[in-house]
């Protein structure tokens, strides 16, 4: 028996997020992706096989690097050829980027260091067809500078309370920013692209979106950096801009070997 951790990519339009949902749906299953990718082993492997990833993601959000870790009753099967076995069993909108053997005790959520998204955002040119799954369009042109002023207020271990939704189930609204920032990018078909990069231990319930909706709403409409501030440190989610969309956000990345924080 091995502990697989798998690297997975996939476009959350499709799908009801990550975590599997029995019987959510009128007493019906909903398509998630770990039941998808579940599935995929049980014919794998011939039996159910339990995946377990390092966190959720909600309908609609995607992921460059979502991590996940299962264990494998086979000890013959190559791994280096676990990725082109599953994606043949996988839709389209779901790929194992890559599978690798990690020690028995290591689990993919509670080894996780910190988790980073990227929200892309676009802003003047209209987005292609092909693109427009995986941006929020905005009218105006964001004042990165101006963001990144905001931006920069969290850093460290701060109350994040009014950024979370409501059922948000956290013990705590406490979370360890590592760090948070705007720049700029060109897609792949030269659209120019405003990126926000968070980084922190973990996240509360559409927190990202959140603070993502906040920060371009303030921006249009002249918030002072210190209006952000306030707003923050108030702890009250209903001071807070309107929700991001779910378009634009990914998981982009879960690190193992950084500074374990307390959530």
């Known amino acids: 028996m091995r502990n697989i951790l798998l690297t997975v990519s996939y476009d959350g339009t499709d799908f009801c997020g990550w975590q ?7 007493g019906k299953s909903v398509r998630t992706v770990q039941q998808e990718i579940e599935n995929a082993l049980e014919k794998l492997h011939g039996k159910k096989i339990a995946l377990h990833g ?4 909600d309908s609609g959000v995607h992921a460059f690097g979502q991590k996940a870790d299962f ?34 005790d290591f689990s993919a959520r509670h080894n996780a260091t910190s988790r980073t998204y990227r ?16 941006v929020w369009q905005v009218r105006h042109v964001p004042d990165i500078v101006r963001l990144n002023q905001m931006a920069s207020v969290m ?8 950024f979370t939704a409501a059922g948000d189930m956290s013990v705590s609204t406490s979370r360890y920013i590592e760090k948070a920032h705007f720049f700029t990018q060109q897609d792949v078909f030269g659209i120019p692209l405003l990126v926000f990069e968070i980084e922190a231990n973990a996240f509360l ?15 249009r409409t002249g918030k002072p950096v210190e209006y952000f501030k306030e707003v923050l440190f108030a702890k009250d989610r209903s001071l807070a ?7 634009g956000l990914f998981l982009y990345d879960i690190a193992y070997d950084g500074v374990r924080r307390h959530v």
């Open 241 to 247: 801009g309107p929700t991001a969309p779910p378009t």
């Open 119 to 134: 929200y892309f955002i676009s802003y003047g040119k209209t987005v292609p067809a092909s693109g427009s799954r995986f």
């Open 155 to 162: 850093k460290g271990e701060m109350d994040f309370a009014t």
């Open 20 to 26: 599997r949902q029995d019987k959510s749906d009128g």
């Open 71 to 104: 264990i494998s009753p086979i000890d013959s099967f190559p791994i280096e050829n676990y990725p082109r076995a599953m994606n043949a069993l996988l839709a389209h909108d779901v790929r194992i980027q890559n599978a690798q053997v990690v020690p028995d």
């Open 54 to 57: 390092s966190g959720r993601t």
């Open 205 to 219: 319930w559409k927190m990202v979106r959140s603070l993502t909706g906040t920060l371009i709403d303030f921006d």
